[in-house]
């Protein structure tokens, strides 16, 4: 975003900058739009009260973000003020939105914007991407724009038109006008191709791929530049879209070397692109060249965060890569998804947000999984804290989509010090969605006897692996948008990059349930891929609601290794049991006991004792070799103990003579010790319950 001034020091002295070489570069490459640029003077001649927004619409790459250069330069002509704003840098809230502003005018951090615009010879606000803003859309109509000078004029370009409140409201009924875009007149794109410098015999074949599609003839410039001024024989484009696949798959072809053009398919891959993630995604030394190239690729665009790709840029290059060269692709994934979840992990709150979308954003090419997300309002919503004023509104769109009942729990839950909620925003105002979550290890038996759905859930993990000291068991217990529900949504998008940063920062996760989806028959598939089962015993209801609960244990496939097992399922794995090494089994206690009491009967039988539950349990496992005779030592080593209380020694002996050095059969024992037999099984019963009892202990709490 920039704020265009009349002049700068060095060109008062007469001197030539870039800037004024980039201004004449930029004049000589713009064609067309005449009647764009009448209206818009027409607006800007003194004594007309016309519009005051001008909103142009219209699809990728047609050519928006040049004619708001042009009509910027015209109002530099015209003696105003012209200020520059691109949504695509601009977090949507209203805070963020005043502060960019600022930035543009230059005005000091404390400094009111509005004041300092007010202040400026006939002000023109340009706003870029609009799209990216629709969160602000009612802010924008209702409070910003009428707080702008009366001879302000605003001039908006986006993809999709106005939102329909702009023309129900009688007062912007007579104050906006709309200019849809379209491709440029035959005469206009031959004078963007002499401008550009593409031989003559070429502009009608030129004309006759394109259409006078804007990107399409930007690319193909490139392609002629690539080519030396030719073009490669049986090139041909139909359709707009099909232009720019064809286009673009004759430029990989020429891109300067394979470093360029493993680069570009980076680039294609990831959300943003930076050389950061080039220098760990490519290895290599070149980065920095490499970046450089990328950003003066005419289908390259810039964001704070990085460069990426037109869309369908960026989906014609992903797509070729993964149908041209598999193994290629598989191995640019998992490159570029290591370096985004190692910024993840070092990171924090709304950086570390961000970094987790952008790992989300790596399923959009999955068949399965691509629906699950609301792809349209990617990145246009983002989680806020509770505030005192989000009450009524988040009861409110509970009760609607789910009943009083549940209202109620929501109440209950947000005042407990165990549940954390988070509001979900596109903007200033209400909350479009939210989220709650339940540490159960501090539900306490009130938070649990309140709520069904946490105490069967709570039951469960007792029943089927109970957490051990210094673990967590966290139940996702609330989730909706305000319109959509639990369909595919902005809110949506934010709570599954929230699940990621919940995975990567929860210490001492074992049981993560998510329970609170409706839908079971859609969401299935979804849990199935992220390896969350359903744990039909903890389900419940509510209200006449009937909620699935899927579960994870965290313990038995951590968080690194799960995100290794997503990165399978993104580029085609098929959901299932996770592949590789044994993960830890987390046994519940009557298991672990009954599988210590095996292995003390095959303690002289290494081929039985090999296929002991307890090789992949955490007893074993934290003495860093999982191996027959890791478990036998261990449970030697638990006998032993019985020999430091005297009260153990004939426990000790019957164990003794039973399992380690034992006699033919355990009558025979008996006569050995010479106890009577039922005294001797109850001597064994209490000797096998305490090196049970040893062994558990360090199972929980670890040597």
């Keep these: 975003m920039t704020s265009r001034g009349k002049s700068t020091p060095t060109a008062q002295l007469g001197a030539i900058t870039v800037a004024d070489r980039l201004r004449q570069a930029r004049r000589r490459r713009f064609v067309g739009r005449t009647g764009e640029l009448e209206l818009f003077r027409t607006a800007l001649t003194p004594g007309e009260s016309g519009f005051t927004v001008l909103f142009v619409h219209g699809p990728g790459g047609i050519g928006k973000t040049t004619l708001l250069?042009?009509?910027?330069?015209?109002?530099?002509?015209?003696?105003?003020?012209?200020?520059?704003?691109?949504?695509?840098?601009?977090?949507?809230?209203?805070?963020?939105?005043?502060?960019?502003?600022?930035?543009?005018?230059?005005?000091?951090?404390?400094?009111?914007?509005?004041?300092?615009?007010?202040?400026?010879?006939?002000?023109?606000?340009?706003?870029?991407?609009?799209?990216?803003?629709?969160?602000?859309?009612?802010?924008?109509r209702e409070e910003f724009l009428p707080a702008l000078p009366a001879d302000a004029l605003v001039v908006a370009a986006g993809r999709t038109p106005p939102s329909p409140q702009w023309a129900s409201d009688p007062g912007w009924g007579e104050l906006l006008?709309?200019?849809?875009?379209?491709?440029?007149?035959?005469?206009?794109?031959?004078?963007?191709?002499h401008a550009a410098g593409v031989p003559e015999d070429l502009h009608g074949r030129v004309l006759e791929m394109t259409h006078g599609h804007p990107l399409a003839l930007s690319l193909l410039v490139d392609v002629v530049e690539q080519h030396r001024g030719g073009l490669a024989p049986g090139l041909s484009l139909q359709e707009t879209?099909?232009?720019?696949?064809?286009?673009?798959?004759?430029?990989?072809?020429?891109?300067?070397?394979?470093?360029?053009r493993e680069a570009l398919e980076a680039c294609a891959h990831a959300r943003f692109t930076t050389e950061d993630l080039l220098r760990t995604a490519l290895g290599g030394d070149d980065a920095h060249e490499l970046f450089g190239w990328l950003r003066g690729l005419s289908f390259i665009e810039e964001d704070p965060y990085g460069v990426f790709p037109h869309d369908v840029a960026r989906d014609v290059l992903d797509a070729d890569l993964r149908w041209r060269d598999r193994a290629s692709y598989v191995d640019l994934h998992r490159r570029v998804r290591r370096h985004l979840v190692e910024q993840a992990r070092r990171t924090t709150g709304l950086e570390q947000h961000r970094w987790s979308a952008d790992i989300i954003f790596l399923h959009r090419n999955n068949p399965l999984m691509r629906s699950f997300w609301d792809w349209e309002s990617f990145g246009q919503a983002f989680p806020d804290e509770v505030r005192d004023e989000d009450g009524a509104p988040i009861l409110a769109m509970t009760r609607r989509h789910q009943g009083a009942e549940q209202a109620e729990l929501v109440a209950h839950w947000m005042d407990h010090p165990a549940a954390k909620f988070?509001?979900?925003?596109?903007?200033?105002?209400?909350?479009?969605?939210?989220?709650?979550?339940?540490?159960?290890?501090?539900?306490?038996?009130?938070?649990?006897?309140?709520?069904?759905?946490?105490?069967?859930?709570?039951?469960?993990?007792?029943?089927?692996?109970?957490?051990?000291?210094?673990?967590?068991?966290?139940?996702?217990?609330?989730?909706?948008?305000?319109?959509?529900?639990?369909?595919?949504?902005?809110?949506?998008?934010?709570?599954?990059?929230?699940?990621?940063?919940?995975?990567?920062?929860?210490?001492?996760?074992?049981w993560d349930f998510i329970a609170c989806f409706e839908d079971a028959a859609f969401w299935e598939p979804f849990f199935a891929y992220i390896d969350y089962h359903r744990a039909h015993e903890a389900e419940y209801d509510i209200g006449g609601h009937h909620y699935a609960v899927y579960a994870h244990d965290f313990r038995r496939l951590g968080p690194l290794d799960w995100l290794e097992l997503m990165a399978d399922r993104e580029i085609g794995a098929p959901a299932g049991p996770p592949t590789g090494a044994d993960p830890e089994l987390v046994l519940s206690q009557p298991e672990f006991a009954h599988a210590v009491r095996a292995a003390l009967r095959s303690l002289h039988r290494p081929d039985r004792l090999a296929g002991n539950p307890l090789l992949r349990s955490r007893l074993v496992r934290d003495h860093g070799d999982s191996s027959a005779d890791t478990l036998r030592t261990l449970v030697l080593e638990a006998a032993e103990s019985l020999r430091a209380d005297p009260r153990d020694d004939r426990p000790f002996r019957a164990v003794d003579r039973t399992f380690l050095r034992p006699a033919a059969t355990q009558e025979r024992a008996a006569e050995v010790l010479g106890l009577p037999f039922t005294t001797y099984r109850r001597q064994l019963a209490r000797g096998v319950d305490r090196i049970i009892d040893w062994l558990w202990a360090r199972e929980v709490h670890g040597p």
């Design 177 to 193: 006008r709309v200019v849809a875009l379209r491709n440029l007149q035959p005469d206009d794109a031959r004078a963007y191709l």
């Design 241 to 260: 879209p099909d232009v720019v696949r064809v286009l673009l798959e004759h430029f990989v072809e020429w891109v300067p070397s394979p470093r360029h």
């Design 69 to 140: 250069g042009a009509l910027a330069e015209a109002a530099d002509e015209a003696n105003a003020t012209a200020v520059r704003l691109d949504a695509r840098t601009i977090d949507p809230s209203p805070p963020a939105f005043y502060a960019a502003l600022g930035a543009a005018l230059g005005v000091p951090d404390r400094a009111a914007p509005l004041e300092s615009l007010a202040a400026r010879p006939r002000p023109i606000l340009f706003i870029d991407t609009y799209e990216q803003l629709m969160p602000l859309d009612n802010w924008l």
């Design 422 to 510: 988070v509001a979900f925003r596109a903007g200033a105002g209400d909350p479009i969605g939210y989220a709650g979550e339940i540490n159960l290890e501090q539900a306490g038996e009130s938070g649990l006897a309140a709520d069904p759905a946490a105490a069967a859930i709570w039951d469960y993990a007792q029943r089927h692996g109970p957490p051990r000291p210094g673990e967590t068991v966290y139940a996702a217990r609330f989730f909706m948008d305000r319109e959509a529900y639990q369909k595919p949504s902005a809110s949506n998008n934010v709570i599954t990059a929230r699940h990621v940063q919940h995975v990567l920062t929860t210490p001492g996760l074992s």
